[in-house]
């Protein structure tokens, strides 16, 4: 069974709206961290409570709150009360096999995100649920709370004040995490190309049944990344089209910038998947072309062997009267004509190029 079929599971026949951690827990505890920054400071800060987060996006400036951990649904309810969040989209905030989707509230905008790694031990993908809440002043991100995430390189940019992000408004900050997971994406077909090139060598030397397993592998991650990249195409397109408020001008410009990266990054999996099923194809052939050539050997030396066993068969019949049974040189000639046979038969077949 499907672990997202699995998991959905536990939310059957619960009224709608009602939060339920669906997944895993993958924090022991809920970690909050905030920035609030102007075009001229910045602070950085640790949360305690749903609270404090309402406290801090209330100063004059631009606030980033970040949120790793989803299971705590009571921190949950009480932060959808503090910034005004519909139950339903804290829903699919804690349903961490939550189809990415984009849902404009008016006064605040939801994205649901994948962020994605590929595990070279395995051949699979790993992913993690990313939420943004995009508000006029704030910005709220959601995370399942993995080792490690690709948001780092945008908190030293706050940090630092480098480039136009202390700047701009909490639009621009969601688009620079979004272009952070999307740039992922092109680092992990790179790896599955590397992976793909490592069997396409195999593939010509000795293909053998970890080659067709390390495909298989391969098939299942590429389809992995079609079904969370391919929904990514409406949502950037959705935003890239400045329909809310809550994207200036200014910001358009670099959506439209990560849509086309996300096309390319659909047109490489295209691609991709192509190559594998193209690999399979030649998995399938050259075992099919090793099974025929051990099947012409086999069939040669069937052949050659046809003629001798009927000559054998021929004299152990035990009749008194046959040609040759007295003759001194009948056994050696017998032998020399059989061995004649199997040198004429050679010959034909490599003439004939069946060997």
């Known amino acids: 069974m499907s672990p997202s079929i699995k998991h959905r599971s ?6 709608p709206g009602k939060l339920i951690h669906v997944g895993e ?3 022991a505890a809920v970690d909050v961290t905030a920035f609030h920054y102007t075009e001229t400071a910045c602070e950085e800060t640790v ?7 309402r406290a801090l996006q209330q100063q004059p400036g631009k606030t980033w709150i970040n949120i790793e951990g989803l299971h705590d649904t009571a921190f949950m309810e009480k932060i959808g009360a503090q910034f005004g969040l519909h139950p339903l989209i804290l829903e699919d905030i804690l349903n961490s096999h939550q189809r990415p989707k984009l849902d404009d509230m008016g006064d605040y905008i939801s994205v649901v995100m994948k962020m994605l790694d590929y595990d070279e031990a395995t051949g699979g993908i790993v992913t993690e649920q990313v939420s943004l809440i995009l508000g006029d002043t704030f910005l709220i991100s959601f995370q399942e709370g993995m080792q490690g ?14 480039g136009k992000i202390r700047k701009m408004g909490s639009d621009y900050l969601a688009y620079a995490l979004i272009d952070g997971i999307v740039d992922n994406y092109f680092t992990i077909t790179e790896k599955i190309s590397e992976k793909i090139e490592d069997i396409e060598e195999a593939l010509l030397s000795d293909p053998g049944n970890e ?10 991650a590429i389809l992995q990344l079609k079904k969370y990249i391919w929904p990514l195409r409406e949502i950037i397109n959705a935003l890239a089209k400045g329909e809310s408020a809550l994207i200036s001008e200014s910001t358009l410009i670099y959506l439209r910038d990560v849509y086309d990266h996300v096309i390319h990054a659909i047109d490489t999996i295209e691609t991709t998947r192509d190559m594998i099923s193209g690999m399979l194809d030649i998995y399938l052939s050259s075992v099919s072309n090793r099974m025929n050539q051990v099947m012409k050997v086999l069939t040669v030396i069937a052949t050659i062997f046809i003629p001798l066993t009927f000559i054998a068969g021929v004299y152990g019949m035990n009749f008194k009267y046959m040609p040759e049974l007295d003759w001194p040189w009948g056994y050696p000639m017998i032998l020399a004509f059989m061995a004649a046979a199997a040198g004429v038969m050679l010959l034909l077949f490599k003439r004939k190029k069946w060997m």
Request: charge should be positive; aromatic fraction near 4%.
């Open 10 to 15: 536990q939310k059957a026949w619960a009224s």
């Open 149 to 162: 995430d690709l948001f780092e390189p945008v908190r030293e940019r706050i940090r630092s004040g480098k």
């Open 47 to 53: 949360l305690k409570t749903a609270e404090d987060c």
């Open 211 to 220: 080659t067709i397993h390390d495909i298989h592998h391969l098939k299942l």
């Open 25 to 27: 827990q993958k924090k």
